[in-house]
């Protein structure tokens, strides 16, 4: 989840923890975007639930030309994380360089700021640091 500033004062930090929604019926846990309805058994009654925040990268990527919101930050890497609940989050990865990040390499989330707006307003969202 990515929220400005403005958001996160009227929202509160709550709206920042890291959570997935998990079915009524089954029991499948989904990320937190998919709102609308169980991709497993269809039903619409969905919970979230928070995640504990610890995973691991199950595959990765290096972005060297990042759109213009990012500008700044490149080389960065954006995982594929594997959270220990089981749900498959993308996110990007920092505090590493990118060749001492690999498959399997164990990650915790963190708040950080993920961009500046167009109007100069900062906007917050998980990422992900190495778990040592
Ligand atoms: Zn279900």
């Known amino acids: 989840m990515t929220v400005s500033a403005i958001e996160f004062t009227r929202l509160g ?17 989904m990320p937190w975007w998919e709102t609308k309805y169980c991709y497993s058994c269809g039903s619409r009654e969905i919970t979230p639930v928070p995640l ?5 990268i ?10 213009r919101d990012f500008l ?4 960065y890497v954006v995982g594929h994380i594997t959270m220990d609940e089981g749900v ?3 996110a990007p990865v920092v505090d590493v360089a990118p ?14 700021r993920m961009k ?5 307003d900062i906007y917050y969202g998980q990422k992900f640091v190495v778990d040592s």
Not at 13 to 29: A, E, I, V
Not at 116 to 120: M, N, R, V, Y
């Open 13 to 29: 930090p709550p709206k920042l923890r890291l959570h997935g929604q998990q079915c009524d019926s089954c029991g499948t846990l």
């Open 116 to 120: 500046l707006g167009h109007e100069g």
């Open 72 to 75: 700044g930050q490149e080389p």
């Open 52 to 56: 504990e925040g610890k995973g691991e």
């Open 88 to 90: 498959l989050l993308p």
């Open 58 to 67: 199950s595959n990765y990527t290096v972005v060297y030309y990042p759109p």
């Open 99 to 112: 060749e001492e990040v690999e498959v399997g390499t164990r990650v915790k989330a963190t708040l950080r």
